[in-house]
């Protein structure tokens, strides 16, 4: 079992960066893939980016390759989302989320409690 704490949310100029932390307050982050989705008030859960246990692949919506990079730093268990050239369609509640398997097919059996990005025009 593992509790995932998300931090680095805020408000933000579009165009701008912002850096989402997921920590792993109890557990090992590295016996799991670590997903980030969003949310919005229209909008079901929706995949943004996962991570392989051992950080050896990472995979992405379409809508933010190139702008958002997700890495993991298992020795801090602590899981990151670089996003970068935020565009307000961004804005949402992220999560971040934690699985095992294989991550082509990955459960995401723990969930944080998200932390709000809000992009501005």
């Not at 079901?44 to 933010?64: L, M, N, Q």
């Not at 801090?76 to 996003?83: C, D, G, Q, R, W």
Request: neutral net charge.
């Amino acid at each position: 079992q593992v509790y995932l704490v998300e931090s680095g949310g805020g408000l933000v100029q579009a165009g701008g960066s912002l850096r989402l932390s997921c920590a792993a307050s109890q557990g090992t982050l590295a016996d799991y893939n670590i997903g980030w989705f969003r949310h919005t008030p229209t909008a079901a859960r929706d995949f943004v980016a996962s991570i392989t246990r051992i950080g050896d692949s990472a995979y992405y919506t379409e809508s933010v390759k190139g702008r958002f990079t997700v890495s993991r730093d298992n020795a801090k268990n602590t899981a990151y989302l670089e996003m970068s050239g935020l565009e307000p369609e961004d804005a949402a509640v992220y999560f971040c989320a934690a699985g095992g398997g294989r991550i082509a097919n990955v459960r995401w059996d723990y969930w944080g409690q998200g932390t709000q990005v809000t992009v501005s025009t």
